[in-house]
């Protein structure tokens, strides 16, 4: 499974654009990268997912280069509420849903007023 | 989205005795499910791959005995921490993920905080 690196941690203001980068230069071909928001004492909740180029919901932007060696998720105008760990992951996905996730350690982002 | 969920959601147990935790999925099914331990500050360590009517793989490091894991149906997987002692102490967490086509993604359960006195 490729190993990712992130910042460990970001600080940001209200209103503000953060850009939380992650490095996985082991990527596979088949890998994919899934962006994960974990609060404390809850489960991770997922955010977004992409394989290349970029990806775009309501909640977040991801932007993965052409050699996919590295990604970049985007939240716009951060809240205090978006104060939280951010896990990146690569991993293949096999068609019966068996993939394992394995969990770096996160990038822990603290929005201030 | 889809829902799995954890129960209990926190539990306190006496040393030396023996803890379950479930985790089900609520509006799928799923042939694979996953847990994971975190101790404060930590990331998630995938302890074990449960599959259903299989024994469970477990990731190296972790013990089979003391962590029992049974997924006897398509909705239920069961983590028992056999004879529990107070550094067994910590978050557990499940996932699954919905059988599908290549971009679906994992469900985590809303996690077990387990206290060993």
């Known amino acids: 499974l490729a190993k990712t690196t992130q910042p460990i941690s970001m600080d940001s203001y209200e209103g503000q654009e953060v850009n939380i980068t992650c490095s996985h230069n082991?990527?596979?071909?088949?890998?994919?990268i899934t962006w994960y928001q974990q609060f404390p004492s809850q489960g991770p909740r997922f955010i977004i997912q992409?394989?290349?180029t970029k990806v775009t919901n309501e909640v977040a932007s991801l932007f993965i280069p052409a050699d996919r060696k590295s990604s970049t998720l985007s939240l716009p105008r951060v809240s205090l509420s978006d104060t939280a760990v951010y896990y990146c992951?690569?991993?293949?996905?096999?068609?019966?849903?068996?993939?394992?996730?394995?969990f770096g350690t996160g990038t822990q982002l603290k929005v201030e007023l | 989205g889809a829902v799995v969920s954890q129960h209990p959601s926190w539990v306190i147990c006496k040393s030396g005795t023996s803890v379950k935790i479930e985790c089900r999925s609520l509006?799928?099914?799923?042939?694979?499910m996953f847990w994971y331990r975190q101790f404060p500050k930590q990331s998630l360590m995938l302890m074990a791959t449960?599959?259903?009517?299989?024994?469970?793989?477990?990731e190296q490091g972790v013990e089979k005995d003391k962590f029992l894991i049974n997924h006897a149906s398509l909705t239920l997987s069961t983590l028992t921490v056999t004879s529990a002692h107070p550094e067994d102490s910590s978050f557990y967490i499940c996932?699954?993920?919905?059988?599908?086509?290549?971009?679906?993604?994992?469900?985590f359960g809303q996690g077990t905080r387990l206290t060993v006195v």
């Open positions: 996932s699954a993920r919905v059988p599908g086509g290549a971009d679906t993604e994992a469900f």
């Open positions: 082991n990527i596979a071909t088949n890998d994919y």
């Open positions: 992409g394989y290349k």
């Open positions: 992951l690569v991993g293949y996905i096999l068609t019966g849903g068996g993939n394992k996730l394995t």
């Open positions: 509006d799928f099914q799923a042939t694979t």
């Open positions: 449960s599959n259903e009517g299989s024994k469970a793989t477990y």
